[in-house]
């Protein structure tokens, strides 16, 4: 399977299992930040799309020509979410955690937090082929336990954050192998041209 780092178009090495931000900010912090082209081939999204996210408010206002860590961080997270939940619902579950955008006291948890959390949720529960219920509530609590010293505030508001994104990610997943199962679908549809010979091959 060819994985990706969440939220990006970076091909995934275990190296960045922990801490998957790691495979970006040092970039960020030899430029000082990424142009708008740079963060549309990470993220593979149009620069017109971000830009859209910035008007609306569901990611802060830029200050010049480049993106910020902060910036980047949101956008990672909504394109993490994007396959599945409205944009306007994945805007308020990050108000449900952070609140106002532009106002970063009164966090509940810091984005690049956030952002490792989700990530090693997602890559431990592939490795593991792990997407149970029991399994994957496992996996956030001792996540959330963790790094109970980082969040600024109740354990279960956090949870329940987390869990709508993670099963919002994996929602998105499989989708998209339902989407590349009905196109195979659709090919035999249009090949067969009434030829009966697949029930033989597959039995």
Do not use: H
């Not at 996210?53 to 956008?75: F, N, P």
């Not at 306007?88 to 952002?115: C, F, P, R």
């Not at 082929?129 to 509530?137: G, V, W, Y």
Request: hydrophobic share 40%.
């Amino acid at each position: 399977m060819n994985r990706l780092i969440p939220g990006t178009t970076l091909k995934y090495s275990p190296q960045f299992r922990d801490q998957a931000f790691s495979a970006i900010s040092p970039v960020l912090e030899a430029t000082g930040g990424l142009t708008l082209s740079q963060l549309s081939k990470l993220t593979g999204l149009e620069g017109s799309t971000i830009q859209n996210w910035i008007k609306r408010g569901w990611v802060s206002s830029t200050k010049g020509k480049k993106y910020s860590e902060k910036q980047v961080l949101r956008i990672l997270l909504i394109n993490m979410l994007r396959g599945s939940m409205k944009l306007e619902n994945i805007a308020k579950l990050m108000t449900y955690i952070n609140g106002d955008v532009e106002d970063t006291s009164d966090d509940l948890i810091e984005d690049i937090l956030l952002y490792n959390i989700l990530c090693r949720i997602i890559l431990t529960a592939e490795d593991e082929n792990a997407f149970t219920p029991d399994r994957i509530k496992a996996i956030i609590v001792r996540e959330i336990t963790n790094c109970s010293k980082q969040i600024n505030a109740d354990g279960q508001k956090i949870y329940k954050a987390v869990s709508t994104a993670v099963l919002a990610y994996r929602s998105a997943w499989l989708k998209s192998e339902m989407e590349k199962a009905m196109d195979e679908i659709l090919a035999d549809m249009e090949g067969r041209n009434g030829d009966q010979n697949d029930r033989e091959k597959f039995f």
